[in-house]
């Protein structure tokens, strides 16, 4: 995995414009206008290996990433806390496996999902969703042959994520994760 200097692309607004907390609309805006920058989705380094990604500047003080899947790479089940968000496919195809279904936000290691729980998402190229506060997912690149690259957005910037294992219907936190972890 590769970490990159941050980029502030194109479809950024300028330093004087207002600051506004953004809603999951101006995510998704942002993360379709900056799949569109095809200069920035040119510059990401990709690896055959694992997965690379660039910071960006969001809208409103939002934490932003351009991200590079290798085929058969995924992020397995997490949540991304108190933050909404968005994500955009620019390159490839991205699946996207989530929970409709409301967990509680603390005090719990094993929970056990209903049977109709499960949904699933194919974004291609172009194709993105936003998404609430502690929304479970994973994301994968489902190709054998070709790398994805996608645009993510997020409001407020990560205080956290959950790792999440899934046996059947039965979710366990794994792991949380703070800024300090990944940076």
């Known amino acids: 995995m590769s970490v990159s200097p941050s980029v502030s ?19 998704l805006d942002f993360v379709r206008r900056t799949a569109a920058d095809t200069a920035l989705i040119a510059s990401l380094p990709l690896d055959p290996e694992g997965r690379t990604w660039v910071r960006l500047e969001g809208p409103g003080g939002s934490e932003a990433w351009l991200i590079g899947w290798p085929p058969g790479t995924g992020t397995g089940w997490h949540d991304h806390a108190d933050s909404v968000g968005a994500f955009l496919t620019a390159r490839g195809e991205l699946k996207e496996n989530s929970l409709a279904a409301r967990l509680p936000t603390d005090g719990w290691k094993t929970l056990e999902l209903p049977e109709d729980a499960d949904r699933e998402r194919r974004l291609s190229a172009g194709k993105g969703r936003a998404f609430g506060r502690h929304h ?9 042959e070709e790398h994805a690259i996608s645009v993510h957005a997020y409001y407020p910037p990560l205080p956290r994520i959950r790792r999440y294992s899934r046996t059947d219907q039965v979710l366990r936190l794994e792991q949380v994760e703070r800024p300090e972890d990944w940076q």
């Open 9 to 27: 692309p194109s479809a950024s607004p300028s330093a004087s414009a207002p600051v506004a907390t953004p809603t999951q609309a101006d995510l």
């Open 136 to 144: 479970v997912h994973e994301v994968l690149n489902e190709s054998r």
